[in-house]
């Protein structure tokens, strides 16, 4: 079956993984013997080459250039999808829901931020003006009782879960330097809605600990993030640095976005790639989540900030069997592979083997 993805991007230095993670499910779909058609903007940067087998790349800079020869690409496929994010979002869901495709999809990698603008009757930037009313599938990469709320506000006829997912030949283990050394370090991907709980479980117990070393990653961090000697921040480190951070501290500190943590049932690629890398994790605490790791086995949770200094005493060996067994439920249940699986199941898709 001829496939045909909307939304993807290429040539962004800094673009989360979103390439690497949406290049391994195409690829997993690509060997079960679909024909996949992916057609990406190009970034500042420069396209990074790629190849699909029996399939296309589709590489565009400004819409207009692409999309005559889109539509007839979604024509042709049995299944049109398209990624809800970027400049072109509204613009590739109209293609797609309005293409002769026999399927029709779209999927919402930001559905907290979607559903906390349709709650507040806010418009999404990403998604369709007048709704999701026309796409034969949404897939939401939320879950729970969140779901039910976002097909309603967004006009869905079916929502399903598709959470974010981990690489597991690029999101592995990193190397220790000495130059990421730190007791907790804590990975954000940005400074929205972050900033309590990085206050409560990350700047208290650095004031607390003054003796221990925290580290700070993250291509923006919110402002007034007070100066400290046990602190170390670096505002623009290399992604591709972010295992080596994480293989240098005991314990890691994943914190969602308000939004997320409003709605649960929001796992971010954030704590997918720290389990990923082995890491031991301590989690701000959210509806949904021993749904994701088993707590006090696989993740430790912090509801205040004690919780997380008495994280901090743990033993090291007791830190690195819980870094262990989440790496073990995260390539088991996360994967691109696993999502490939999940996103055949949704579409119906046959060929290629069992999955």
């Known amino acids: 079956m001829k496939i045909v993805i909307f939304g993807l991007t290429n040539g962004y230095r800094h673009d989360g993984g979103h390439r690497s993670r949406w290049r391994a499910l195409i690829q997993g779909l690509a060997i079960r013997g679909h024909r996949i058609v992916a057609v990406e903007r190009t970034g500042p940067d420069g396209p990074v080459p790629w190849t699909i087998p029996g399939g296309d790349v589709l590489s565009y800079s400004a819409w207009d250039d692409v999309a005559v020869e889109a539509a007839a690409q979604a024509d042709d496929a049995g299944v049109a999808l398209v990624v809800a994010q970027g400049p072109d979002a509204r613009?590739?869901?109209?293609?797609?829901?309005?293409?002769?495709?026999?399927?029709?999809?779209?999927?919402?990698?930001?559905?907290?931020?979607?559903?906390?603008?349709?709650?507040?009757?806010?418009?999404?930037?990403?998604?369709?003006?007048?709704?999701?009313?026309?796409?034969?599938?949404?897939?939401?990469?939320?879950?729970?009782?969140?779901?039910?709320?976002?097909?309603?506000?967004?006009?869905?006829?079916?929502?399903?879960?598709?959470?974010?997912?981990?690489?597991?030949?690029?999101?592995?283990?990193?190397?220790?330097?000495?130059?990421?050394?730190?007791?907790?370090c804590c990975i954000v991907g940005g400074p929205d809605g972050i900033r309590e709980g990085l206050d409560r479980f990350f700047l208290d117990p650095a004031q607390r600990l003054t003796r221990r070393r925290f580290v700070l990653v993250g291509a923006e961090l919110p402002d007034g993030v007070p100066r400290a000697s046990n602190i170390l921040s670096f505002p623009d480190l290399d992604p591709a640095r972010h295992a080596d951070v994480l293989a240098s501290a005991s314990l890691a500190l994943t914190l969602a976005r308000d939004d997320e943590r409003r709605i649960g049932w929001c796992p971010s690629d954030r704590m997918f790639l720290a389990a990923a890398c082995g890491a031991a994790i301590v989690a701000d605490q959210w509806e949904g989540l021993d749904s994701f790791f088993e707590p006090g086995r696989e993740i430790l949770v912090a509801a205040q900030t004690d919780d997380v200094t008495t994280a901090m005493m743990l033993p090291r060996n007791h830190l690195t069997d819980l870094g262990r067994r989440a790496r073990k439920r995260v390539l088991a249940e996360h994967s691109a592979e696993r999502r490939v699986q999940e996103l055949r199941g949704f579409l119906e898709l046959r060929g290629g083997g069992d999955d």
């Open 91 to 184: 613009l590739a869901a109209d293609l797609v829901r309005n293409s002769r495709a026999p399927r029709r999809a779209l999927y919402d990698p930001e559905a907290a931020v979607s559903l906390t603008a349709l709650e507040a009757g806010e418009a999404v930037a990403h998604l369709p003006a007048d709704g999701l009313g026309g796409f034969d599938m949404v897939l939401a990469s939320c879950g729970g009782p969140a779901l039910d709320r976002y097909r309603a506000k967004a006009g869905a006829e079916s929502v399903v879960p598709l959470y974010p997912w981990i690489v597991p030949e690029a999101d592995k283990p990193g190397d220790f330097k000495r130059e990421y050394l730190g007791d907790l």
